[in-house]
């Protein structure tokens, strides 16, 4: 944040010109032009300091956020040679030693965020004024010698707008590629389907997957040797402005996929943690070991209703990304802890002191996919909660898709045979080529000793591809991971990667942005009262100046009830301190209830 010495700073520097004899003239236009070297070099001082600051008081918790978004600040700075890399590097893992942040985490963080910030300069450079609604603060600040900046330390790019816009805008990073939707039979299918809706296939083809998790039957699940057998339930989100077609998305993998005939629930809302759990949770009657004799002798087992698991699929759709963060936030919410130990299959529920409120699902007996809808806005805060490790569970893909067609293709027709219609009664493993288990062992052996150290937001990216290709093959109805399989499902996490960085980058100018303005609204702040202060202080002065004058009109001077008459009403708050400054300054004295003008 600005620092106290920083705003004093621009204070004073506004209070010097106040004190001016004749303050220029001031419109509503700004000059767009750049500052000069000097300024330049003070600008990107304070902007190294301001984020130092920022890092060294970070609260735990926020950490490795607030390291990255102050790399991110100054990657831009280094993307217009206002500071090298090594500078920036240096000042920051500094900060970060001097606020006690693990140093090995803060490099990893500082990296990420400096390579963020120099893929998008520093625009303007060198830096101008140019906001309309802070004119006053730059015109009371701005340099003696006439030139116009904007002095703050975090002047990023305008956030984007959710809103469609009618110029070209740059490629979307982070859609699958062509030659992916090329690859099988199967993606151009989906594609297709989509694109006759006025869909994106990105959307159609998560949301195809994210379904077809919470369809399979729980008894299949991935085997590569590493870890226990995995789940393959996939979360997936899909990001775009309004109206953009993300719950379209989920109406086409309905359509194309049809549900098997057992108790499959099928895009329900998300609500709470217990009630995801209460989803699987059934009545059911059980027989007590005892028997009931009837007439004639017969024997009739004795039974009682008891409460468990009944149901093994289920998918859940949250067409707003901002309701399920706000659901979480609430105070004692299990929510965000049942989505990410759902998202890896393990157990669900809790048990309490009454069968009635006791809910145990045990795991590996269940399958569940989630589809979430998120506007890019509001995809910052789920992303911004990388230490919990819920966004990592997350595919990411965008609902904007330049590729559909004017003319709508025909509808393909669903799959009338398909993965989730499966039910082995007995566990059964999609297997990996020998390769791929090795290669996935020496990645989590590299980890698990710490040779390596992951960035958090790839903390699940070995899982996550491990799941991909295991569905691959089995909507190519084969229980052995190929290589292609596992080449697709990389094609797909890279896709995912480059969307949830663009996402990070977003949330981060935001962030800039918003500290920009609070730092501004503080500087104001001060200067208004300062001049709030300064126009008092000049009205006691103009009192006693018509003090003076009055005492002088007649030798006899003055009463003060007279001058108290003479005086206009706006002016009569000030009438006693006025007559104080005017007495200090020796321009009248007192003497009872008459006031009289000094000689010379």
Request: charged fraction near 25%; charge should be negative.
């Amino acid at each position: 944040m600005t620092t106290p010495d920083e705003i004093a700073a621009g204070v004073d520097a506004a209070l010097a010109k106040l004190a001016g004899p004749a303050p220029r003239a001031h419109t509503n236009v700004i000059a767009m032009r750049p500052a000069s070297d000097d300024v330049v070099a003070k600008y990107v001082a304070k902007a190294v300091q301001a984020e130092c600051d920022r890092i060294v008081t970070a609260p735990m918790g926020d950490q490795n956020n607030t390291i990255n978004r102050a790399a991110f600040s100054l990657g831009q700075l280094v993307a217009v040679a206002a500071l090298t890399e090594d500078e920036a590097r240096a000042q920051l893992l500094a900060a970060a030693v001097a606020g006690n942040h693990p140093e090995r985490r803060a490099q990893e963080s500082i990296a990420s965020g400096l390579t963020a910030g120099m893929r998008l300069p520093r625009t303007p450079w060198p830096p101008v004024s140019h906001r309309d609604d802070t004119a006053e603060l730059h015109r009371l600040i701005a340099p003696d010698d006439g030139q116009s900046i904007d002095w703050s330390d975090t002047d990023e790019p305008p956030a984007e707008d959710d809103e469609p816009s009618t110029q070209q805008s740059a490629p979307l990073p982070g859609r699958l590629p062509e030659e992916f939707w090329n690859a099988r039979p199967l993606f151009a299918h989906i594609r297709q389907a989509a694109h006759a809706k006025a869909c994106s296939g990105d959307v159609a083809f998560y949301s195809f997957l994210a379904r077809l998790s919470g369809m399979l039957s729980h008894n299949i699940r991935a085997e590569t040797g590493v870890g226990t057998r995995a789940s393959l339930n996939v979360f997936a989100a899909v990001v775009g402005p309004p109206g953009a077609g993300k719950s379209t998305g989920a109406s086409v993998a309905r359509s194309l996929m049809l549900p098997p005939d057992d108790d499959f629930r099928d895009g329900l809302p998300i609500g709470s943690g217990e009630g995801i759990a209460e989803v699987f949770m059934g009545t059911v009657e059980e027989e007590t070991g005892e028997t009931r004799k009837g007439k004639g002798g017969t024997e009739t087992p004795v039974t009682r209703k008891v409460r468990r698991q009944v149901r093994h699929n289920a998918f859940f759709y949250a067409d707003e990304g901002e309701t399920l963060a706000k659901l979480s936030e609430r105070n004692g919410s299990t929510l965000p802890e049942t989505l990410r130990r759902a998202a890896v299959g393990e157990a669900l529920g809790q048990t309490n002191a009454t069968e009635e409120r006791t809910r145990y699902i045990p795991e590996a007996s269940y399958s569940l996919g989630l589809l979430v809808g998120f506007q890019p806005s509001s995809a910052g805060p789920v992303l911004a909660d990388s230490s919990t490790g819920t966004p990592q569970r997350f595919l990411w893909g965008w609902a904007i898709d330049p590729t559909i067609p004017d003319e709508p293709p025909l509808w393909p027709g669903a799959f009338v045979h398909h993965a989730g219609l499966k039910r082995p009664d007995e566990p059964v493993d999609v297997t990996f080529p020998k390769d791929i288990c090795q290669q996935l062992r020496r990645e989590h052996l590299a980890k698990a000793r710490g040779e390596v150290e992951v960035a958090e937001l790839d903390a699940h990216a070995p899982l996550m591809r491990v799941k991909l290709a295991a569905l691959l093959a089995l909507l190519d109805d084969r229980m052995h991971v190929s290589q292609e399989d596992w080449d697709l499902a990389g094609v797909i996490w890279a896709s995912s990667c480059a969307v949830r960085n663009a996402l990070v980058e977003r949330a981060l100018r935001d962030a800039a942005a918003e500290r920009q303005r609070q730092d501004e609204a503080k500087v104001l702040q001060e200067v208004r009262a300062h001049e709030a202060k300064g126009d008092v202080d000049r009205a006691i002065a103009r009192v006693a100046r018509f003090i003076a004058r009055k005492a002088s009109e007649d030798k006899d001077g003055i009463t003060y009830s007279a001058l108290n008459r003479a005086m206009a009403s706006r002016d009569r708050p000030v009438l006693r301190k006025a007559l104080d400054y005017a007495e200090v300054q020796e321009w009248v004295s007192t003497h009872g209830d008459r006031i009289f003008a000094e000689a010379g």
